[in-house]
């Protein structure tokens, strides 16, 4: 068995791995010797869309994810189905389509194309069901959770010995060559390297990463869904990597020992300011002040004083609205009503924004009454619930014993 990450997935719902595990059996008769592998999702608490900008992020996997079962094939085919999302996808894994289905089977699909580069040809077939308590477009990065899911199940069946970073980077590889999203490298290496009550800060430029402890007796993740989706979603994140990257050409040449957007000086910015006109500006400016923002956040938790993280996140959701422009008025009222709970320390969008979900840091105890109070307030403006929910910092990927 290749290597998985230590989690004894002890968080896990016995009764969600059994359903999953049922469902996998009705809707590929005839499976047998079915495997099943469990993937977190993850929030970020700081370092908003500063990923593919070279920056630094720290973000945490949660006990909630993607649970994969898998059924080998002697019929050379790729079999799709989930409990989660509509249709049945199939696929001849000697002849795999180079343009995507536009479906949720594009991520699997992702993988598998990718794992075939590792291979060469499959090995075998494999029927694949997807379930699992992780809602999907929330900004909790379903989608990493999926790839790096399917990754380690794939590997799994077809005996390939593979290193965690491998399904990083298998993962990344799906959503960015074939998937279609610009995306930055934190989401895999938070689903693929987390470590249970610990955040991930991962340094994007050199890919360099330390496990930082969260202090778990103390403090709790809550999340809160806007219910808000956006199908605009994929092409306004787009937009941004691509506003950041005319940001940056504009600004090189001012600066020209800046490797990337987060290494720009706020002098530089104040200087090129008429250059980049207000939109860009606004881009970098956002860009240029998190980077600050997370290496206080970092050096907050460090010595132990998690109100400082909790700042941190407030004037990152501030910039993310008003700068970045990625925020709207649901979530805006949840970071609000959130500002006047003594019990939180902070919080923000999390994602890539656009809707989704917003993650809070709350004082251990106090988390019923942050609930309450986030739910009536977003009812008094919204007339609906926001689905609030408390996570743990959970472990990495790892084979759920059947
Ligand atoms: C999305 C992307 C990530 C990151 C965040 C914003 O979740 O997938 O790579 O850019 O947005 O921080």
Known sequence: MQQLAESSGE??????????????????????????????????????????????????????????????????????????????????????????????????????????????????????????????????????????????????????????????????????????????????????????NHLLWLECRDVRYEHVPLDSERLSILVADTGVRRDLAASEFNQRVNECREAFEILRPEQPEAACLAEISMDTLGVCAEALGPVLGRRAAHVIAEVGRTATAREGLRRGRPEVLGEQMMEAHASLRGLYEVSCPELDRLVEAAGRCSEVFGGRLTGAGFGGACVFLVERGGEEAVSARLIESFRASFDRDPKVAVFKAGGGPFEIAL
């Open 11 to 196: 968080g896990l719902p016995g009764g969600l791995v059994a359903e999953v595990l049922a469902e996998h059996c009705e809707r590929h008769p005839g499976a047998s010797a079915p495997r099943a592998f469990f993937a977190p999702g993850r929030v970020n608490l700081m370092g908003a869309h500063l990923d593919y900008n070279g920056g630094a992020v720290l973000p945490a996997a949660i006990d909630r994810g993607t649970i994969v079962v898998v059924s080998p094939r002697k019929d050379g085919l790729l079999r799709l189905t989930s409990s989660l999302e509509g249709g049945e996808h199939e696929f001849d894994l000697a002849r795999l389509p180079a343009e995507r289905t536009g479906t949720w089977a594009d991520y699997p699909l992702g993988i598998a194309r990718a794992m075939l580069s590792y291979v060469g040809a499959a090995p075998e077939g494999a029927s694949f069901h997807f379930g699992g308590n992780l809602p999907i477009g929330a900004g909790l990065s379903s989608s990493a959770s999926i790839c790096v899911g399917t990754s380690h199940s794939l590997a799994s069946i077809w005996g390939l010995e593979l290193a965690p970073i491998d399904h990083v980077h298998i993962a990344l590889s799906a959503e960015r060559e074939f998937v279609g999203v610009q995306c930055g490298i934190m989401d895999p290496y938070a689903v693929g390297l987390a470590r249970e």
